[in-house]
């Protein structure tokens, strides 16, 4: 017996009498594997065979123009989810644009906290500006002290200047 090891998932197999120098096995995940790796290797040597296979789809879509409107006519379910996949597409290219985005309103200056909430948020890194909801909190009164006034508890607005 002349066993083989495949290449690809290193399981012992008998190579084909007709085909003597068999590296694969006859495994479907193996061989789909093998084409891939040729074709891959093919496209990257070869530029004829790299012009090809950029002409055939289309070709393929020039003597099929019809093809796309009708399919989405007969399946109106496949066209509802692709436009929901899409929607959460650009929702998820939105967050990642935003995610390193320091252009926006320093929040940490104001006298409010600001969290950003809701389900784009967790994605978010260092961003100040995001579609998101925004929950603003104030901070509890405090009571100023007793020998600082401030201007808005006199009645001409302007704190008497202090004495030297």
Not at 83 to 104: G, I
């Amino acid at each position: 017996m002349n066993d083989r090891l495949c290449r690809y998932c290193q399981q012992a197999f008998q190579p084909d009498p007709y085909h003597p120098q068999q590296r694969v096995c006859n495994q479907p995940a193996c061989q789909s594997q093998r084409r891939s790796d040729y074709h891959r290797q093919r496209i990257a040597t070869d530029p004829v065979y790299q012009q090809v296979c950029l002409d055939s789809p289309r070709k393929w879509r020039e003597t099929h123009r019809d093809y796309w409107r009708k399919y989405r006519q007969d399946h109106p379910q496949q066209v509802e989810r692709n436009r929901q996949q899409q929607q959460l597409r650009d929702q998820k290219r939105l967050v990642r644009n935003l995610a390193n985005n320091n252009l926006a309103v320093d929040l940490t200056h104001f006298a409010v906290k600001a969290w950003l909430l809701g389900t784009s948020a967790d994605d978010l890194a260092n961003n100040n500006l995001a579609a998101a909801k925004l929950l603003i909190l104030q901070p509890a009164r405090t009571i100023p002290a007793a020998g600082k006034a401030s201007c808005k508890q006199h009645p001409s607005g302007v704190a008497p200047a202090a004495s030297l």
